[in-house]
């Protein structure tokens, strides 16, 4: 009798962190909802960045374009020769910062599509290839800087014996080194309302978490999770959103939240699309995801 009390308490135990999940989950996806496709056309979808009307810009990288997905769900090309561009974000001035590793840059791409090199090497030497970018409130742009070969680049390895964390603050004309201790630092996103930057290590499959100073510069980072990430993103709640095998979701303390499958080998970023910010932009390789939310992203 008393083993079957206990069979039953683990079972009920079971039941309750079911229902847990779930309504962890449902307190931040649309019950009922799935990833719905959008399109299956690119060769390698990345860096979703989205306008001050909820437009959404992303990359084909191997493809050399940026396409633009409006909020009327209207998908049209926005770029050509784009500079093998890859993260993407929008300033406050409605620029686009483009990780351009064609040549190792970074891009300013402004209204009328014009393309300004805000920084190309780091004291005369060549970026390994700006991969993700994020821009604060106040206008410092960070960025990370791993080495990928790409098979478009004549020189054969890196001019750095570092990858690493960046930033161009405000005005400034020289990028500075942040951090230089990861094996291959890639996803970067900020929770601008907290003054916090998260910055994933994919190759140590770590993401770190650093406290924004009035300067710009961070503080000593800590681990966030034990998990690295292509591209990410961050909602108003402060729950920051990674990719690779699907999309798992942690809260500000580093708790799994939420597990988001995506019917492709792997998701490589995402950002909150829409007027209101109310649907989850996916990119995933060759194809390109919408999923409703009961969160909200920054406007």
């Known amino acids: 009798m008393k083993t079957s009390w206990k069979k039953l308490a683990v079972l009920l135990f079971s039941m309750i962190q079911i229902g847990e999940s779930y309504c962890q989950v449902s307190s931040i996806v649309k019950d009922g909802v799935k990833p719905i496709l959008i399109a299956r056309s690119f060769s390698f979808s990345e860096g979703p960045a989205v306008d001050k009307k909820g437009n959404v810009f992303f990359t084909d990288q191997p493809n050399n374009k940026i396409w633009k997905y409006d909020i009327k769900g209207n998908l049209s090309l926005f770029m050509d020769s784009a500079g093998r561009s890859n993260g993407m974000f929008f300033d406050s001035k409605g620029n686009l910062l483009a990780c351009a590793d064609e040549n190792n840059q970074l891009w300013s791409i402004g209204k009328n599509k014009q393309k300004v090199v805000l920084s190309d090497n780091i004291n005369g030497k ?71 930057l998260y910055v994933a290590d994919i190759g140590d499959n770590k993401t770190y978490k650093y406290t924004i100073l009035s300067d710009g510069s961070l503080s000593e ?79």
């Open 126 to 196: 060549l970026y390994n290839g700006p991969n993700d970018v994020w821009v604060s409130a106040a206008g410092h742009v960070y960025f990370t800087d791993p080495y990928y070969k790409r098979s478009y680049w004549t020189r054969t390895q890196t001019a750095l014996s570092v990858s690493g964390l960046y930033v161009l603050y405000k005005g400034a004309s020289e990028a500075v080194l942040l951090d230089s201790n990861f094996v291959r630092p890639n996803g970067i996103i900020g929770f601008p309302t907290g003054n916090i």
């Open 221 to 299: 980072r800590t681990l966030f999770v034990n998990k690295g990430s292509d591209g990410m993103t961050i909602d108003t709640k402060g729950n920051v959103y990674t990719t690779g095998k699907d999309i798992v979701v942690f809260d500000r303390t580093g708790q799994q939240i939420a597990h988001i499958p995506v019917p492709e080998p792997k998701t490589t970023n995402l950002s909150f699309y829409g007027r209101k910010r109310e649907k989850l932009f996916i990119t995933a390789g060759k194809g390109v995801y919408l999923l409703d939310m009961q969160v909200r992203g920054f406007k």
